[in-house]
């Protein structure tokens, strides 16, 4: 039997089959974004694999205003860059800790949470003379949807809902929490920008604000902090260990406070002692990424890129300003983005 095929709906069911294939690669490729910032936002392998990716979201969102409040500028500092450092050692031992002491999933958030926020007033508290991510146009993200936010109790109209209601709103509300996360990303882009790309960030797709954001954050965390002397190395360890033992006191009042953790204060103190190591600071080397705003193809036109090597106030090496030894040297000229 010969079947006959109508040669009109060829050429449409063909276009529907490349638009689905063109939709499910464009969502492949947003999973794996999301799956990357999984890995910057979320140190524990369990919670990893668990965190839902609303919550990557949100917390990408609040990671990028943190790095952007803390780098660059005064976070190479080696006396405010040593503080934070020992400061937020403490602030992962704790957490850590808190994690290992097999409480229930929910006990276990809310007390996540409370050290979150506890960490947080302190450490803005003794920043205050800092820039503040609010000067520059961003503000802490505060989400509706954040687990810190008290949900309510269902109804028992809602309890008796259809099964199929009840996924649709599910859904929405998925849609919901990932959307507003998206748009605060795209403002936080549009603050860096200076405003200048406010329309060019509005108009981004998902995946583009997402690739942007990916490659903010791995450039920021490949401009590691160097020393330059001794005296900058024992300036930063200095800092680091005031940073260590104010972030220590506070974890420990923080533990005595509260009635049910009162008694775990002694073994805290053990488990932040037995981790204290001041970290040695590598000398500056040359960077060997490409900057942010040249990668990305939305900033090219805002960033001025500056060699990270020297500042302002100390004079550029003599292999950038000597005209003798640029003729004299035979070795290969170093490529730099910056220049």
Known sequence: MVLLMNKEETPFLSRMSHKS???????????????????????DEIERKTL????????????????????????????RKGFVDGFNSVESQVSNFIKQLGLDFQTEQEYLAKLKACFEHE???????????????CGPFRSKWSPESTRSTPSPYTLKMDRKEIKKNREQDRRDRQGEAIEAL?????????????????????????????????????????????????????????????????????????????????????????????????????????????????????????SPAYSLESPPPMSDTSMESATTCSTQTIWRPWE
């Open 123 to 137: 450490r803005s508290s003794l920043m205050i003379n800092n820039i503040s991510p609010k000067s520059n146009g």
């Open 186 to 306: 795209k403002q936080f882009l549009i603050s860096i920008s200076g405003g200048k790309l406010r329309s060019q960030v509005e108009k981004m797709q998902r995946l583009n604000t997402l690739e942007n954001i990916i490659e903010y954050i791995r450039n920021k965390k490949s401009m590691s902090f160097g020393v330059k002397s001794t005296r900058d190395q024992t300036l930063y360890s200095h800092a680091w260990t005031g940073g260590f033992e104010i972030a220590k006191r506070t974890a420990l009042e923080f533990f005595r406070r509260d009635r049910h953790l009162c008694v775990r204060t002694a073994a805290l103190e053990q488990h932040i002692m037995s981790n204290y190591r001041i970290p040695t600071v590598v000398p500056i080397q040359l960077p060997t990424f490409i900057p942010f705003y040249n990668t990305a193809p939305i900033f090219h036109q805002q960033f001025q890129p500056t």
């Open 52 to 79: 839902k990716q609303a919550d990557v979201l949100i917390r990408t969102v609040e990671l990028v205003h943190r790095m952007e409040s803390e780098q660059p500028g005064p976070s190479f500092i080696p006396e």
């Open 21 to 43: 294939i063109r939709e499910k690669e464009r969502r492949d490729e947003i999973n794996n974004k999301i799956n990357e910032l999984r890995g910057f936002v979320c140190e």
